[in-house]
């Protein structure tokens, strides 16, 4: 069973996680901010108020740890789903290495491995052929963000793949979910010729 976020979960982590390396102030609580500066300034207590002031400078500098982690799960599926490349989310302030965590980005050992001109196309075609050997081996539906969450490969990668087997016939693009309540287009489902939905 997978433990992925479905669709608008993945949209939702990303999304907090932009905001956040957007407008880190925007995830202030300044409600419970002046409370806590309130707090500290009522107690004469100096190890209460150093506690205080404490978690009131956490309160005005949120940790973006755990919407880095939300992102990390979620954007993997989210960018198969739409067709984002990893470039868009680096122009907009991701660094790549969470971009690498993410699964988006291959790690610098990986790149450095051998002739960068002649293997790079070599290992693309080698995840287009591995993402193709999944979908032709699955039964029902599914769309390209559960090919991502099954297969490695960039969102161009599984994208090329699918839409190289629609081409020979050998999948059928059936249209939008009809049953998308997400947010954004409804991502298109696809099922491999022969196989019942």
Same mark, same amino acid.
């Not at 940790?63 to 982690?69: I, N, S």
């Not at 290992?123 to 539906?141: E, I, N, W, Y």
């Given at each position: 069973?997978?433990?992925?976020?479905?669709?608008?979960?993945?949209?939702?982590?990303?999304?907090?996680?932009?905001?956040?390396?957007?407008?880190?102030?925007?995830?202030?609580?300044? #409600?419970?901010?002046? +409370?806590? @500066? $309130?707090? =500290? !300034? %009522?107690?004469?207590?100096?190890? &209460?108020?150093?506690?205080?002031?404490?978690?009131?400078?956490?309160?005005?500098?949120?940790?973006?740890?755990?919407?880095?982690? #939300?992102?990390?799960? +979620?954007? @993997? $599926?989210? =960018? !198969? %789903?739409?067709?984002?490349?990893? &470039?868009?989310?680096?122009?907009?302030?991701?660094?790549?290495?969470?971009?690498?965590?993410?699964?988006?980005?291959?790690?610098?050992?990986?790149?450095?491995?051998?002739?960068?001109?002649?293997? %790079?196309?070599?290992?693309?075609?080698?995840?287009?052929?591995?993402?193709?050997?999944?979908?032709?081996?699955?039964?029902?539906?599914?769309?390209?963000?559960?090919?991502?969450?099954?297969?490695?490969?960039?969102?161009?990668?599984?994208?090329?793949?699918?839409?190289?087997?629609?081409?020979?016939?050998?999948?059928?693009?059936?249209?939008?979910?009809?049953?998308?309540?997400?947010?954004?287009?409804?991502?298109?489902?696809?099922?491999?010729?022969?196989?019942?939905?």
């Amino acid at each position: 069973m997978s433990t992925e976020p479905d669709l608008p979960q993945a949209e939702a982590a990303v999304r907090r996680y932009l905001q956040f390396l957007k407008d880190p102030a925007s995830f202030v609580d300044h #409600g419970r901010l002046e +409370a806590l @500066r $309130a707090q =500290a !300034a %009522a107690t004469d207590d100096v190890i &209460e108020q150093v506690k205080v002031l404490s978690e009131a400078h956490r309160c005005e500098h949120p940790d973006g740890d755990e919407l880095r982690a #939300g992102f990390v799960g +979620a954007a @993997r $599926a989210f =960018a !198969a %789903a739409n067709g984002i490349e990893p &470039e868009a989310f680096v122009q907009i302030g991701v660094d790549r290495s969470v971009l690498v965590e993410a699964g988006l980005l291959a790690t610098p050992a990986a790149k450095r491995r051998g002739d960068p001109a002649s293997d %790079a196309p070599k290992a693309r075609q080698g995840r287009v052929d591995d993402v193709s050997k999944h979908v032709v081996s699955r039964t029902g539906s599914f769309t390209l963000a559960d090919i991502a969450e099954a297969v490695p490969g960039s969102p161009m990668t599984i994208r090329k793949a699918v839409s190289a087997l629609v081409e020979s016939g050998a999948v059928l693009r059936l249209g939008p979910k009809p049953d998308w309540h997400g947010q954004g287009r409804a991502p298109i489902v696809y099922r491999r010729q022969g196989t019942a939905g």
